[in-house]
């Protein structure tokens, strides 16, 4: 699909057709994705959970679901990937480097930066993933979720972090999305950016 056509026409999908799986080999070029992103000293931190519906352990699944909201398009997806970052990995690994980064990179009222940087990186993967499963024809819906309880039912270790928005729903849509969410207008571009400084209007050529 055209990239244009593939922006203009993405929107979040809310029912998944239950009765269809996701080809491993659709699966494999959306889970690839978010290589093609940028990555800050190319750390590749992140990790993805990949859940498929076919492979559901019903004993686990209450817990996941539960921590994913329980939402009923959950329920429904194909698969779901939860993406999680570990700032402590990475600050280990990259020991020698970190004082100086967070020397260069941080001032007075950054703390923290590092985390919140991490799962801005990943983010940027879910967003490619996500673009990746709407041009193979899927639907997708990134998620929220309760980051700490999702990390404890998918059995996270210590020092990792669920991305807290950042579990992918996946699947075919169904037929029929009658999910009364879907479909709120989009803001104007030109209310979305300032010019030069905050709250000045912005120049053209947005809007
Ligand atoms: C970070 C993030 C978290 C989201 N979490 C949920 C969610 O948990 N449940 C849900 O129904 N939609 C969720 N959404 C989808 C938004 O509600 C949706 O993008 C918004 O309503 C705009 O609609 P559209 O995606 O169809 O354009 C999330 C979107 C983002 C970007």
């Not at 491993?24 to 990555?39: K, S, T």
């Not at 970052?85 to 923290?112: C, H, I, K, M, T």
Request: net charge negative; aromatic share 8%.
């Amino acid at each position: 699909m055209e990239y244009t056509d593939l922006l203009a026409d993405r929107r979040s999908t809310r029912r998944f057709d239950t009765g269809r799986d996701v080809p491993d080999e659709v699966l494999e070029r959306v889970l690839a994705a978010p290589l093609a992103m940028p990555h800050a000293g190319n750390t590749y931190d992140w990790r993805g959970v990949v859940l498929r519906r076919r492979d559901r352990d019903a004993d686990r699944w209450p817990a996941v679901h539960a921590a994913l909201l329980g939402q009923s398009y959950v329920e429904e997806a194909a698969v779901l990937v939860a993406y999680a970052v570990q700032p402590g990995w990475w600050a280990e690994r990259y020991r020698a480097n970190v004082a100086a980064l967070v020397d260069r990179e941080s001032g007075p009222g950054d703390e923290g930066f590092l985390t919140t940087g991490l799962i801005g990186e990943a983010m940027m993967g879910v967003g490619a993933a996500m673009l990746a499963a709407l041009d193979a024809g899927l639907g997708a819906t990134v998620t929220a979720c309760r980051p700490a309880e999702l990390a404890a039912a998918l059995g996270l270790p210590d020092g990792a972090v669920i991305c807290p928005w950042g579990v992918l729903a996946l699947g075919w849509p169904a037929a029929v999305d009658d999910a009364p969410t879907t479909g709120a207008p989009k803001p104007q571009v030109a209310d979305m950016y300032f010019g030069e400084r905050w709250g000045r209007p912005s120049p053209a050529p947005v809007g």
